[in-house]
């Protein structure tokens, strides 16, 4: 149970790994202030990168291929952490909005160490989640923010940390009527095993688990709500259970074979266009549609809805799988490739320390760090679609790098660490100086 100590309370490994698969009884996971609830999530990573590794050499045994594409997991994991970023500068809406009707409309009091008080959160936040997905899925406004998650066309373990920055600022809605009742402290638990959870579910190695298929959202059911086949769309809601798609006429059992992703593939692996480009195409719907109704449907309605169309869209609209579909996947040199992992390999190093270090920061250099990190998981963005402007962005970020250096804003807990990226990112400049000056003479050559 809770402790009168005021910071979070410390975590095992066996807790943090059972936490993935929301096993942790009541009594290790019940707190009497929300200050002692531990960060589930940050703990997590470790695990994450394990399961990662694991689904690879799985899949690797089973099927003789890789589980997933260096391009559409680097794509992946930056859309994660792009969308942690803003819970580095402020604490999550989804506890700010929970808090403040807490403290000022609550009904009634649950006791927080009840065992009862923790399965009917559980079941709560389970249920708050199944309508605030499958709202997400029938509103186009929250469609935007939601189909960041499904614009990947692999289904692996890289896919379940593909998140939108914007998501957040409307599921907030869907957990308030738990404030009237059960106290922060117990819902911000919940509110982590039910996101947790749902990590390793994206996943083909497993193919089904039996019996708890019946209750259980589990990768097989999950694995048709990512399909982009007709009889995919807008099915398996669920986050834990899926009881509560049986109940409500959403369940579709997993049948012919998946292909995933959204039914117009946005072929992208940019983070920032990824999260703003359906904003961009609801804002142009908008001012295109005609009549006043019809422009706040295109926010209200489907994403596939138009004027004299049913609210959802017309089904035989969706495009036809043939089987034969290609995922995006542009060609790039394997030393491009390599030159991807490694740097991304240094972004989520200094992504976790920023996690680690963050309450003895200034805020200015908090803002440049995340600037920083921004710049970059961009500049992967344009190199893995190998595009004619990826040298030039590349001299700037590594150059920023160099600069923010120099001035301590970078500088790691380990010195050796600091040297060798000092060494990495003066290589790289100059390596894409050469580069960029070699295309620029090739383009004078052809057109003198």
Same mark, same amino acid.
């Given at each position: ?13 066996? &807790? ?15 707190? $009497? ?22 689904? !690879?050499?799985?899949?690797?045994? &089973?099927? $003789? ?35 403040? %009707? *807490?403290? #000022? ?25 199944? *309508? ?31 998140? /939108?920055?914007? &998501? @957040? ?5 869907? #957990? ?10 117990? !819902? ?16 083909? %190695? ?41 109940? =409500? ?49 295109? +926010? ?27 995922? =995006? ?16 390999? %240094? ?12 309450? %003895? ?55 050796? +660490? ?24 090739? /383009?004078?050559? @052809?057109?003198?």
């Amino acid at each position: 149970m809770g402790s009168a100590a005021g910071g979070p309370r410390a975590t095992t490994p066996g &807790q943090q790994l059972r936490a993935l698969f929301y096993v942790v009884p009541p009594g290790e996971s019940s707190f $009497r202030t929300l200050e002692e609830v531990p960060d589930y999530v940050e703990k997590s990573i470790p695990f994450f990168i394990a399961f990662i590794v694991l689904e !690879f050499a799985v899949s690797w045994v &089973q099927k $003789r291929k890789l589980s997933g594409r260096i391009n559409d997991g680097i794509s992946s994991l930056s859309l994660g952490i792009l969308s942690r970023l803003p819970d580095v500068l402020f604490r999550s809406v989804d506890l700010i909005s929970y808090i403040y %009707v *807490w403290n #000022n409309y609550r009904l009634f009091e649950l006791p927080w160490d009840s065992p009862w008080t923790w399965y009917l959160t559980f079941l709560g936040v389970d249920f708050a989640y199944y *309508w605030f997905h499958r709202i997400s899925h029938e509103v186009n406004i929250l469609w935007a923010a939601h189909q960041v998650h499904h614009s990947s066309e692999d289904y692996n373990l890289f896919t379940a940390l593909r998140q /939108s920055v914007l &998501q @957040k600022y409307t599921s907030w809605m869907f #957990n308030l009527p738990m404030a009237l009742f059960i106290p922060p402290s117990v !819902f911000a638990v919940h509110l982590q095993f039910n996101l947790l959870y749902q990590f390793w579910i994206h996943t083909e %190695v497993v193919t089904n688990i039996g019996p708890l298929e019946w209750i259980l959202n589990t990768p097989s059911h999950h694995r048709v709500h990512h399909g982009r086949n007709p009889y995919c769309i807008d099915k398996n809601y669920g986050g834990t259970l899926i009881i509560w798609d049986r109940i =409500f006429g959403t369940f579709e059992a997993e049948d012919a074979k998946v292909v995933y992703g959204l039914t117009h593939p946005v072929n992208s692996f940019e983070p920032i266009l990824l999260q703003l480009r359906p904003l961009a195409h609801i804002w142009n719907t908008f001012w295109a549609t005609p009549g006043f109704c019809n422009k706040l449907s295109v +926010l209200f309605k489907g994403p596939g809805w138009g004027p004299g169309k049913p609210r959802l869209g017309l089904p035989e609209e969706i495009p036809v799988i043939t089987g034969k579909e290609v995922p =995006f996947n542009p060609r790039v040199p394997a030393y491009l490739n390599c030159y991807a992992v490694v740097h991304f390999a %240094v972004i989520m190093e200094l992504y976790i320390d920023l996690l680690a270090t963050v309450t %003895v920061l200034s805020q200015g250099t908090i803002l440049l760090r995340i600037f920083f990190i921004i710049l970059s998981l961009t500049s992967f963005g344009f190199l893995m679609e190998n595009r004619p402007k990826a040298g030039i962005l590349e001299i700037i970020r590594c150059s920023v790098f160099l600069g923010v250096y120099k001035l301590g804003y970078l500088r790691n807990q380990l010195s050796l +660490l600091d040297c060798a990226y000092e060494v990495l990112f003066s290589l790289c400049a100059a390596f894409w100086g050469i580069q960029v000056m070699k295309r620029i003479t090739s /383009s004078k050559d @052809k057109h003198p």
